[in-house]
């Protein structure tokens, strides 16, 4: 028992955030895979466009291997916060190179997965609530300012 608590520990495991909600310890790709499966039949019952469907699967695909790439990833849903998503973005923007253009995308599709976690139980907040939009008068001067 004592291996078992330790390698949850190990990974994550949190017992006061299993009191918040129990859906808080469901694993990211449990999450993202219910995600995807709501997309999906949205896509079916034309809700959203198949280009949205694309862009979000692509957009939360990217999140997922970017937490993999990380030394410690992050194992249970709780553990997406602000702070790790806008690292994220951070990663998106700045180590990826693209356009604050594709930053401020980025965080669309993340406001709409992390409304879809609040919905679904998984999140108590919104995690993409406070997340900086770039602009869109940056697209066309080139400056930013944060």
């Known amino acids: 028992m004592i291996n078992r608590l330790s390698e949850q520990l190990r990974r994550g495991w949190n017992p006061w955030i299993e009191r918040e909600s129990a859906l808080s310890y469901v694993s990211i790709d449990d999450a993202i895979n219910h995600f995807f499966q709501m997309q999906k039949k949205y896509l079916d019952d034309d809700i959203i466009r198949e280009a949205t469907y694309v862009e979000y699967q692509s957009k939360i695909r990217n999140l997922k291997k970017y937490n993999e790439s990380l030394k410690q990833p992050a194992t249970y849903i709780y553990q997406i916060d602000q702070r790790f998503l806008q690292e994220f973005l951070d990663h998106i923007y700045i180590d990826r190179g693209n356009t604050a253009k594709t930053h401020d995308n980025y965080i669309r599709v993340l406001s709409v997965f992390c409304k879809f976690l609040v919905r679904s139980g998984y999140h108590k907040t ?10 869109k008068r940056h697209y066309q001067t080139g400056q930013f300012c944060l």
């Open 126 to 135: 919104n995690m993409a609530e406070g997340l900086q939009i770039l602009g």
